[in-house]
């Protein structure tokens, strides 16, 4: 989600899935029995079969295997460091999501467990070499990171003086949903915080963007 402020204020977010299994869960696969961490869990099959819990690996192969994608190879990818414009380094891991027509690359940090703070993904074709993938993911954290949308100042968070804000749209548990989460700059921003820093621009107009999460705002 984009937002920008004086003439436009910009936030920009993906909507991210929300599994019955809680992330920080450990699920045992169904396919292989490997003990899986429940955000790389998928679960597989149809409300008349049933469904099978799957750790990410396994579903890519039952989708590859389905698809005839005989070159699609897994790759175990080792979590990066990566560094933002104040210098402070973000830890990302990465998931592989096989789609048929495409592959998915999600980049995410971890909290407790469970993914959080800074999010991305990038879309490649099924034979496209995964490490080229991640490179181009890369690349594009670090463009992400390298503005601040949000400073701490004497009365609190406000908006930076560039007047946009990139950001994802979240679930708000405290809130049941009624009103959005959101993160910028990989923290946790109340509506209300958020509308109290949209204050500080009474009478500006805005524009505001909704990106799917794999594209680049």
């Keep these: 989600m984009v937002l920008t402020l004086g003439s436009t204020l910009l936030l920009s977010s993906g909507e991210m899935d929300r599994a019955e299994t809680k992330s920080n869960e450990q699920i045992l696969c169904a396919g292989c029995g490997r003990v899986t961490p429940?955000?790389?869990?998928?679960?597989?099959?149809s409300m008349e079969g049933g469904y099978r819990k799957l750790c990410g690996r396994c579903f890519n192969g039952m989708v590859a295997k389905l698809a005839g994608l005989k070159g699609f190879e897994n790759v175990a990818l080792d979590p990066v460091g990566i560094t933002d414009s104040a210098g402070e380094i973000y830890q990302f891991h990465f998931r592989t999501h096989l789609f048929g027509p495409g592959v998915a690359l999600d980049a995410f940090e971890l909290r407790g467990g469970e993914p959080a703070g800074y999010q991305f993904q990038i879309i490649g074709e099924p034979e496209e070499d995964l490490l080229a993938l991640l490179g181009r993911l890369i690349e594009k954290i670090r463009r992400a990171l390298s503005v601040k949308h949000i400073a701490e100042g004497e009365h609190g968070f406000q908006i930076a003086d560039h007047h946009v804000v990139r950001g994802r749209i979240e679930w708000d548990e405290t809130s049941d949903g009624r009103?959005?989460?959101?993160?910028?700059?990989?923290?946790?921003?109340?509506?209300?915080?958020f509308g109290r820093m949209l204050m500080c621009f009474?009478?500006?107009h805005f524009r505001l963007h909704l990106n799917d999460k794999s594209e680049e705002v």
């Design 38 to 45: 429940g955000y790389e869990v998928v679960s597989y099959g």
């Design 179 to 193: 009103v959005p989460l959101l993160v910028v700059d990989g923290r946790e921003v109340a509506w209300e915080e």
């Design 202 to 204: 009474e009478g500006f």
